[in-house]
């Protein structure tokens, strides 16, 4: 199964700042995704990265605020910008093998962000 | 999409079989059930999948009824590092390339 690593693991930001959290995959995937997990609370989907494309976003997200490249297929960067405490949440990036038929999506271990 | 429920919480003692029940009633004809586990500080991780009867895998067994309209995630004999969040999940059979939809999951917390 791929390995994801998810750039930085955690941060404590000012709000108002913007923060670029980084997914790296070690091998070439069709599908990568960006999901939020609010303190307690289960996943919610933000967005579809589009390779080549703008990411397609889920009711509620808007490029403005969570702007996502995905330059190739191993790399997605997901920015949270002008962020306040409300934004404090797990940031996970997910990916898709592209393998028709029951592969399982893969999680990272998520982006911890504190905004005070 | 289905909605699922599941229990908020369970508990369990150790060298226990658990099962979690998912209820999915409006689950259509084309989707597939699905069981994600996540730890603490870690993102979810796939347990089993299947679309009908029992299937069983090094991990876990789901067991699905013939209505489908439910099923059951067991674990035997638990120990203390399955204490998780279980995450009942049904859609698409292709569920690695399609935005998986979570619901509330259930915390299952493992007692010595």
């Not at chain 1, 709000?15 to 069709?30: F, K, N």
């Not at chain 1, 919610?44 to 997200?61: C, K, R």
């Not at chain 1, 990272?108 to 504190?114: A, H, N, Q, V």
Request: net charge neutral; with cysteine; glycine share 8%.
């Amino acid at each position: 199964s791929a390995v994801i690593s998810q750039k930085p693991s955690r941060d404590i930001c000012q709000r108002g700042t913007s923060l670029t959290i980084q997914c790296q995959v070690d091998s070439q995937v069709t599908m990568m995704f960006w999901y939020r997990q609010q303190p307690g609370q289960s996943l919610t989907l933000i967005a579809t990265a589009n390779q080549g494309s703008e990411a397609t976003y889920e009711s509620g997200f808007v490029i403005d605020k969570f702007p996502i490249s995905r330059p190739n297929l191993t790399f997605s960067t997901l920015t949270v910008s002008n962020m306040s405490p409300e934004d404090s949440s797990i940031y996970l990036c997910s990916v898709g093998q592209g393998v028709p038929g029951n592969q399982p999506q893969h999680f990272g271990d998520g982006t911890r962000l504190s905004i005070l | 999409l289905a909605k699922t429920t599941q229990p908020i919480s369970m508990d369990s003692y150790e060298g226990q079989e658990v099962n979690i029940t998912c209820s999915h009633n409006n689950i259509a004809t084309n989707d597939y059930i699905t069981w994600y586990q996540q730890f603490p500080s870690q993102g979810p991780r796939f347990i089993i999948q299947g679309y009908k009867t029992k299937v069983t895998n090094e991990v876990a067994s789901l067991f699905i009824p013939a209505d489908r309209k439910s099923s059951t995630l067991s674990l035997p004999r638990v120990s203390l590092s399955d204490t998780a969040v279980y995450y009942c999940l049904v859609g698409s059979r292709n569920s690695g390339n399609t935005p998986l939809v979570f619901g509330k999951g259930t915390r299952l917390s493992v007692i010595a």
